[in-house]
């Protein structure tokens, strides 16, 4: 996390705490330049480009907003990283933003890995479910990795919470006595396991070991 980030993030927050400015209309609008910042390397050759004067920048940034029906406040935020040189960090700033506003609002963020895509209904039991763990409202980022072959990795703040297949077998090799850790489960092990977790992928069934130990966790048990 970089310092200038930070400070640029805090301030931004500040004004949407300040001005009680709608966080999650003004969280899609963020995506939205967001999506236009990414998708158009045209616009971040313009913007990155320091033969380019600042002026000619932000009017750029206004047809941009117009465009995109940007709230003033990020309007000016977005000014205020061209005017500085800032602009190309503008993925970062958002990041601590949201860390921050998150923090001030006391909504948890929280990184989901599935093995596969989940549908609105599996996700939203998920958000649920760890919503009502922790005590609090939650962020939600979902990322799919194959490579945990199943079942569900959460992980709130610090602490990763492993209920996938991948996770079962890594502990299975290390609580075998006499077995170097490094040892290869057996295929047939393997593929029960993978059958297993097939059979029970949807998601508040693949939670119910994961909100245990959460609930031993924040000692409410």
Do not use: C
């Amino acid at each position: 996390m970089s310092l200038f980030a930070s400070r640029y993030a805090r301030a931004f927050a500040d004004v949407v705490v300040g001005k009680k400015l709608d966080v999650a209309a003004l969280d899609a609008q963020i995506d939205s330049y967001l999506s236009a910042w990414s998708e158009s390397k045209e616009l971040r050759d313009v913007f990155e480009n320091p033969s380019i004067a600042a002026e000619q920048k932000v009017a750029v940034l206004d047809r941009i907003s117009a465009k995109l029906e940007l709230a003033t406040e990020l309007r000016n935020m977005l000014a205020v990283l061209i005017n500085h040189n800032r602009i190309a960090a503008v993925g970062e700033v958002v990041g601590d933003y949201r860390r921050e506003i998150n923090a001030r609002l006391g909504v948890e963020d929280v990184r989901i890995t599935t093995a596969r895509a989940l549908d609105e209904a599996d996700r939203a039991g998920l958000v649920a479910g760890v919503a009502k763990i922790t005590g609090t409202k939650v962020d939600a980022n979902f990322v799919e990795d194959a490579a945990i072959l199943g079942g569900v990795v959460v992980r709130i703040g610090s602490t990763v919470y492993d209920g996938s297949v991948r996770g079962r077998l890594d502990r299975l090799r290390q609580s075998r006595p006499g077995r170097k850790k490094e040892q290869t489960v057996p295929v047939v092990e393997l593929e029960r396991l993978r059958t297993e977790m097939e059979v029970k992928e949807k998601a508040l069934v693949e939670m119910s070991v994961l909100f245990t130990a959460l609930k031993k966790k924040v000692n409410l048990e």
